[in-house]
């Protein structure tokens, strides 16, 4: 790790804190002295619990349509006692986000052992992109162009309480929108649900997340770029979404 500079690893997993849009000014405001934005923090808890619900949707179809594509003859019942798990104990539809959050990391660390155990750590790249083409059908287009897979990544951010903020020198548009997230706090979860005694698989989030997101924003039809970043305010990662191929697209960058 460096001083606030940003280090390439290999695919970033995180999910991160501000999702911002400018105000308009009318005549009778005031010019602010630094650009409005409306952060996700606000985001009703309904919301919130959607996205939550949504995303442990993406991650289990996901899984069955990729267990269906390779072909290898399944034990049911591992299947059945995995989904079990899964979705024990699920929250009503009225319960608070902290319970949907509970319920798909619960899902999500049980997903991550069942392939890796089975497939090796390498097959996490599969379960992405296979996860992306339910994530393709169910998440929404709000016709912002490369905009929307970038918003949903700050959603996401804002989920976790992660630190994030938009490009100043590129605001999101339909040809290029770009997020950094300054301070993910998936490492922050992680570190606390292993000192509760949780298993986790992966020595790094950034391992499933970095080819997750990625593979959604190839899914919505644009190009990807990440930068992961680490330093005084912790772990995080720069995203772009893009109309057009560029060079160092669909990979990590160095700044």
């Not at 949504?54 to 006692?81: M, P």
């Not at 319920?103 to 660390?109: E, L, N």
């Not at 929307?148 to 990544?153: G, K, L, S, T």
Request: net charge negative; with cysteine.
């Amino acid at each position: 790790m460096s001083d606030g500079q940003d280090t390439t690893q290999q695919p970033l997993a995180c999910t991160p804190r501000t999702a911002l849009l400018g105000t308009a000014v009318t005549a009778d405001d005031h010019p602010p002295t630094e650009p409005q934005r409306t952060p996700y923090r606000s985001m009703p808890d309904a919301e919130r619990s959607a996205l939550w619900r949504r995303r442990l949707h993406e991650a289990e179809a996901g899984l069955t349509r990729f267990l269906v594509s390779k072909g290898d003859e399944v034990q049911l019942t591992e299947w059945f006692a995995l989904q079990a798990e899964i979705f024990a104990d699920l929250p009503g539809p009225h319960e608070s986000p902290q319970a949907w959050q509970r319920v798909f990391f619960r899902g999500q660390a049980l997903m991550e052992r069942f392939l890796v155990e089975r497939y090796g750590e390498r097959v996490l790249t599969d379960w992405a992109r296979s996860n992306a083409e339910v994530h393709r059908e169910v998440e929404p287009d709000h016709g912002r162009g490369a905009a929307d897979p970038i918003h949903r990544i700050a959603r996401q951010a804002e989920l976790y309480g992660s630190d994030y903020e938009f490009d100043d020198d590129h605001p999101p548009s339909a040809d290029l929108a770009v997020v950094t997230i300054t301070h993910c706090a998936i490492w922050d979860y992680r570190e606390k649900a292993r000192r509760n005694g949780v298993r986790l698989t992966l020595a790094s989030p950034c391992t499933y997340c970095t080819e997750a997101l990625s593979s959604n924003i190839r899914a919505k039809g644009y190009h990807p770029a990440h930068r992961l970043r680490s330093g005084p305010t912790g772990h995080g990662c720069r995203w772009e979404a893009s109309a057009t191929r560029t060079a160092g697209t669909d990979e990590s960058r160095e700044a």
